[in-house]
Each structure stands twice: as structure tokens, then as C-alpha cells.
């Protein structure tokens, strides 16, 4: 059963920059993120096949965030730049088999890290 652990959220001001993780305690097909606001559903962030052929984003943050492999084995890094106040959310990242916008395809999911931008 695959374990996700996301580390690096952090309070950044307009413009800045934050880099996510998520380590996976097994190999996973597709690993994505996911963020959400309280009181609001789970947004789409970005997804991508392990093999990196296929690599998706929301509209809100292409050309600003880029979901790539990390140097440590079964991890992934979304690299986070130009963000502003509306970023501001809890950040998830989830496991799945199928690279999709859809929660519900994923069947595993980390704690989650908050992320705030806010001058």
C-alpha cells in the first residue's frame, strides 16, 4: 500500500516562489496535486505519468507551476512560481493509476501542506 508524505509548504509574499514534494513509499503509475480551500471542493492542480509522458495542469497555474520527478527515487517536485494570494490553500498530493482532473481517481493521498500567500 503506497504512503505519500508532502513536505515544504510555507508562507511566501506575491512573486515568490515555494518548491512542494511528495515522497512515495512505493512506485506509483500517476502522481498529482491537488489543493483546496475550506469550505470549497478539492481544486486540480497538476498530474503526471511516472514515465513523464504525460503531464497535465489547471489552467490557473500553467506557466507558473511545474510538476517534475525529483533526484530522490519515487518523488515528486511541484515547482511554484509568480504565486499569488489565490494560491493560498491546503496542497495535496495523491497516487493513482490513471493521470486524471477527477479526486476520485486517486486512491491514495497525503496529509497535505499548507501553503500562504499573503504579503
Known amino acids: 500500500q503506497i504512503q505519500l508524505a508532502e513536505s515544504g509548504g510555507g508562507l511566501v509574499q506575491p512573486g515568490g516562489s515555494l518548491t512542494l514534494s511528495c515522497a512515495a513509499s512505493?512506485?506509483?503509475?500517476?502522481m498529482a496535486w491537488f489543493r483546496q480551500v475550506s469550505g470549497k471542493e478539492r481544486e486540480f492542480v497538476a498530474t503526471r505519468r511516472w514515465d513523464g509522458g504525460y503531464t497535465v495542469y489547471a489552467d490557473s497555474v500553467k506557466g507558473r507551476f511545474t510538476l517534475s520527478r525529483g533526484n530522490t527515487r519515487n518523488t515528486v517536485i511541484l515547482q511554484m512560481n509568480n504565486l499569488k494570494p489565490e494560491d493560498t490553500a491546503i496542497y495535496y498530493c495523491a497516487a493513482g493509476m490513471v493521470a486524471t482532473r477527477t479526486p476520485d481517481d486517486y486512491n491514495r493521498w497525503g496529509q497535505g501542506t499548507q501553503v500562504t500567500v499573503s504579503s
Open positions: 512505493g512506485s506509483p503509475s500517476v
